[in-house]
């Protein structure tokens, strides 16, 4: 993982990092062995890079961490969700072009 406007999220830190932000948080599901993550990877990161300050944006890797995609069933990755107050607003699943995801910021800023 590369950039550093990039959160790794975990299971130890989800809850700290992104329920209880107070700004709209955008979570990359993916693991190192997913064609389609890194696909969508690179996406994410330099929406990361254009919305710094405006909203956080990590990324979580499902084989390091099982409770968190449990909880969230968690079923094809990359899943992307947006969470917002502690509430999960959005989920994208699969990879997607930059442009439908930068939409769904959009909506949920």
Request: charged letters at 25%; one cysteine or more; a neutral charge.
């Amino acid at each position: 993982m590369s950039g550093e406007n990039l959160i790794n999220f975990t299971d130890a830190n989800f809850e700290e990092e992104a329920l209880k932000a107070d700004i709209l948080v955008i979570v990359d599901f993916w693991a190192p062995w997913c064609g389609p993550c890194r696909m969508v990877g690179p996406l994410v990161e330099e929406l990361a890079r254009e919305y710094k300050g405006k909203i956080k944006v990590g990324k979580f890797n499902v084989d390091e961490n099982s409770q968190i995609p449990a909880r969230y069933r968690i079923r094809s990755i990359p899943t992307i969700m947006f969470f917002k107050n502690g509430q999960m607003v959005k989920e994208i699943v699969g990879a997607v072009p930059k442009h439908h995801i930068a939409n769904a910021i959009k909506e949920n800023m």
